[in-house]
């Protein structure tokens, strides 16, 4: 049974994103950068996402519905873990549009990159999120768990 079986597209496609998606990203991108106030700008969306595809910076898993149309995205940053001396994926970005939202499109995008890095070899992900961010629940439910152990610290120039 596939896991994106429970979710109310029953026609949904999770995809990973090329430049030739750009146009259905780029939107979704400028959406979730305007959810964490930031000024819209398509063309520096594009730009960015572009670069990060081209150079292969990052790996981005694009929701669509049966007509194509983006539904979310997930966006993961590589790592390494000396420790582990294995990868690790940074979940820096996760966006579902309103009308994704309560369908599972979060859900199964979650679900996509867990496979994703499991396939991999990587030893995981890990995320940051807003003590207040309301998909916390989802997180939990999915098997992702709060570190408790571990302050991050951050610098900023």
């Not at 149309?69 to 420790?83: A, E, K």
């Not at 070899?121 to 992702?144: C, D, F, I, M």
Request: hydrophobic share 40%.
């Amino acid at each position: 049974m596939s896991y994106f079986q429970f979710l109310k597209f029953s026609s949904m496609q999770i995809i990973r994103a090329t430049t030739s998606h750009l146009e259905t990203l780029t939107p979704l991108f400028n959406g979730y950068r305007a959810f964490y106030k930031q000024a819209p700008n398509l063309d520096a969306a594009n730009k960015f996402l572009r670069k990060r595809l081209e150079s292969n910076d990052s790996v981005i898993f694009l929701a669509l519905d049966a007509a194509g149309n983006g539904l979310g995205f997930t966006q993961l940053y590589p790592l390494f873990s000396s420790v582990s001396m294995q990868r690790t994926y940074v979940l820096n970005d996760l966006f579902v549009t309103e009308k994704g939202r309560g369908a599972g499109v979060g859900a199964a995008l979650l679900k996509q990159v867990q496979h994703f890095a499991s396939e991999s070899g990587s030893k995981g992900l890990t995320l940051e999120t807003a003590v207040n961010n309301p998909a916390q629940h989802l997180y939990r439910k999915l098997g992702w768990v709060q570190d408790t152990v571990v302050n991050h610290y951050t610098w900023e120039v």
